[in-house]
């Protein structure tokens, strides 16, 4: 056996160990070092050289990487999430002449969805989702991504929450939980224009709060302009659509005198 | 998808039904002195650099594609090539399995006629093109493969101004070669660099045709990242081919729509639908199926006309009961469209848009419902809406309420008694949307207009062949200046 990737394994071992024990600053260092370990195989992407070890190499690398990204999601660094996972990437997509599919592909997969919904990143959201073959949408995972972000867009959002008692594994709930901060804010900026005003007891249940004085904390800290008085909560009523009585001329003269040398164009 | 290459193929066919009598023996002769004549055309486009007449050569090859026969290639094979050179053998080769012997006596004759002159690159390149037309034709693609690997890696070599049109038409037929036999991905890397050469010898055509190619491969594998960053980071220019362009605005019109840019999709793929030529059927067809889906996903409704083209109505039915379903605004019939056409849905690739549509529909549904009732409770909307959930009332409330942050509805929501509000609608006129949709109007009609225009003018050059670099150089010096005066003295009125 090749010397460099028995290395590795044992490497790989004693990270898998520490894993396991959760410790988690023992398991970044031996990731760094394996990381760099890692590009000394030349079978790897992008040159993916023809080498007697290729099937190995990619396995145990594609397995490294898997790790980091869930490694990740336990540190609940989310750039370095981002990281591994665009390196773990190619194995999913081009590898699969050489190596046979990981059973954590869909799961790994599904998670970057779910990060890419709770930074609000829609349209990479779309993109990765296209790249999906049909059958993957029927995975629990993926399908359960693709089924937050439809009840996110509609507005559901009691729906949203409950999907927390549902996470199809385990490292989902550290975005679930992300998810819903980002879901009150949304719920917040609905009910300001929706509702005239709110019981406290409406507005906690709403909002997803137990005690009055959370709630009372986040009106203080995210939304200063909302008022509590008499067992209410009244939202500010400062966007008044009017019909606009004034008349926007500069923007009318701009428009009048781009006609004009238009016009004067064609003539 | 796949449909839509060899349609848009068929536009620069002018007689696209060659009568089916038309034997081998009959036409050979006639097919043959056409072939000649086409040949003449392309070395005075060679020797006077006029790559004009080289694009009319193309055209008229188009037009003889069906009377194309593996006696007639080889004989012009012979008469084109140098008997016997290395190019020779290898283009015979592909021809040699139904060889037609009926027309030997011509081959002789012609070969005779023809002495060594012909050993320009264009006439060259011109046969490979011609023998890969065949191949295709005829479905032998490895083949076809094989060839026009060759011919690109000759093409590399040269580096002339008048093989641009033929290199543009090789190109377009070494991909389209390769998608047949479906290994598109491997030809990727060759593109790119192919592109990179047309880019670094000012082939505008070349790379307008490879970029597209490349749009193509990368969207076949459904890489829209991929697709977007290049199509971003590509030098763009004016378009040089029509129907390359229509192809550019179609390929952007999907990626803009994937990366919910709808307004700009809309823009892209309408463009694309007016401006391909009538003939291309099967691409226009797409495109038009694309814009309805984004026309959709953007709030608005295409009118039945869209759906009642001639030869469309059949392909845009699918699209024609989902556009209804989302008009109504029934979830229930909206569910039912989607998996009885599931199949065509998915083949076309829009599948995961019309997961997209669902939210439209429960917005249109709860617009209807709005300008309807003045009041209504939250449970009826809930009913009236078939959201199917454990937990109705509370959806259609959070629902609701996002809409109206959306501005999809003029409401409030009196959660005690449970029910919705709708406002007065005001008066539209009294606002300045009026005044915004003439200005966009406006807009359009002028720039149609100045498109119009400047699709008018002369190709650069071609009317002026003999002026002299200098004198050129100096009218150019000119006009510049005076564009720049003009451009001054626009700024100078505001």
């Known amino acids: 056996m090749d010397p460099r990737l028995t290395e590795v394994t044992q490497l790989f071992g004693r990270f898998k160990a520490a894993f396991v024990r959760s410790d988690f600053s023992s398991c970044d260092k031996l990731l760094s070092q394996l990381k760099v370990l890692l590009t000394k195989f030349p079978s790897l992407p992008p040159s993916f050289q023809e080498s007697p070890n290729a099937i190995q190499e990619l396995t145990i690398a594609r397995d490294i990487y898997e790790h980091a990204v869930v490694l990740s999601v336990k540190t609940e660094d989310q750039d370095a999430f981002e990281r591994d996972f665009f390196q773990l990437k190619p194995y999913y997509t081009d590898t699969s002449g050489i190596i046979p599919p990981s059973p954590q592909e869909y799961p790994i997969l599904g998670l970057n969805l779910l990060r890419l919904l709770v930074q609000n990143r829609i349209a990479e959201f779309h993109t990765e989702l296209e790249l999906l073959p049909t059958s993957a949408l029927e995975n629990p995972c993926i399908k359960y991504a693709v089924e937050l972000e439809q009840s996110f867009m509609e507005g559901a959002y009691n729906r949203v929450l409950s999907a927390r008692q549902a996470v199809p594994h385990e490292s989902y709930v550290y975005f679930m939980d992300l998810l819903a901060k980002t879901v009150r804010d949304e719920i917040a900026g609905c009910s300001e224009k929706a509702y005239d005003h709110l019981s406290i007891a409406d507005a906690k249940k709403i909002l997803m709060f137990s005690l009055d004085q959370d709630l009372a904390t986040y009106i203080s800290e995210e939304r200063p302009e909302w008022e509590i008085r008499s067992g209410c909560v009244f939202f500010q009523k400062a966007r008044e659509s009017a019909p606009s009585k004034e008349i926007p001329s500069l923007q009318l003269i701009n428009q009048t005198l781009s006609y004009a040398r238009e016009l004067e164009r064609i003539v | ?494």
């Open chain 2, 1 to 494: 998808m796949t449909t839509d290459v060899p349609v848009l193929e068929d536009v620069e066919m002018k007689e696209p039904q060659a009568p089916p009598s038309n034997s081998a023996t009959s036409a050979g002769p006639s097919t043959l002195q056409h072939l000649k004549e086409i040949v003449a055309l392309i070395e005075t486009g060679a020797y006077a650099k006029e790559i004009r007449r080289i694009v009319r050569a193309v055209r008229l090859t188009i037009v003889l594609r069906k009377k194309l026969t593996s006696g007639v290639i080889s004989a012009f094979l012979g008469y084109a090539l140098v008997p016997g050179s290395e190019v020779h053998s290898r283009l015979s080769s592909y021809l040699s399995k139904e060889d037609n012997h009926d027309m030997d006596v011509d081959t002789a004759t012609s070969a005779a006629q023809a002495p060594a002159k012909h050993a320009l690159p264009e006439l060259e390149i011109y046969c490979y093109l011609l023998v890969l037309i065949f191949l295709i034709d005829k479905k032998r693609y490895e083949e076809a493969k094989a060839c026009s690997s060759a011919s690109i890696a000759r093409l590399k070599i040269l580096n002339r101004r008048t093989v641009d049109v033929l290199a543009a038409r090789l190109y377009f037929y070494y991909s389209y070669s390769h998608e047949l036999t479906n290994s598109l991905a491997e030809i990727r890397g060759n593109l790119l660099a192919l592109h990179r050469l047309a880019t670094l010898r000012r082939d505008e055509l070349g790379q307008e045709t490879l970029l597209n190619l490349l749009l193509r491969n990368y969207l076949h594998y459904n890489l829209y990242d991929q697709a977007e960053k290049l199509r971003s980071k590509a030098p763009r220019f004016e378009a040089h081919s029509n129907q390359q362009f229509c192809r550019y605005l179609f390929y952007h019109g999907k990626i803009m729509t994937i990366q919910l840019e709808y307004t700009d999709a809309k823009e892209s793929l309408l463009q694309a639908a007016r401006k391909a030529p009538l003939r291309a059927q099967g691409f226009r067809i797409q495109c038009n199926k694309w814009a309805i889906i984004v026309r959709l996903l953007l709030g608005e409704i295409p009118e039945r006309t869209v759906f009642m083209q001639k030869g469309m109505k059949k392909a845009l039915t699918p699209y024609f009961e989902l556009t209804n379903a989302v008009r109504i605004g029934d979830l229930e019939l909206f569910r039912a469209v989607a998996d009885k056409y599931a199949g065509t849905f998915s083949q076309d690739r829009t599948h995961n848009l019309i997961v997209r549509l669902r939210h439209n529909v429960i917005r249109t549904g709860l617009r209807n419902i709005s300008i309807s009732y003045s009041r209504i409770s939250l449970a009826d909307v809930a009913k009236k809406l078939r959201l199917d959930s454990p937990n109705p009332v509370a959806d259609a409330e959070s629902i609701v309420a996002k809409a109206i942050r959306d501005g999809a509805i003029d409401a409030t929501i009196d959660h005690a008694g449970g029910w919705m509000v709708s406002k007065e609608t005001g008066d539209v006129y009294s606002t300045n949307e009026p005044q915004a949709a003439f200005n966009s109007r406006i807009a359009f009609c002028l720039n149609v207009h100045n498109e119009a225009v400047r699709a008018l003018r002369f190709p650069p050059n071609s009317h002026k062949e003999k002026e002299s670099s200098e004198k050129r150089r100096e009218r150019q010096q000119q006009v510049e200046e005076l564009a720049k005066h003009i451009a001054e003295e626009d700024d100078e009125e505001f």
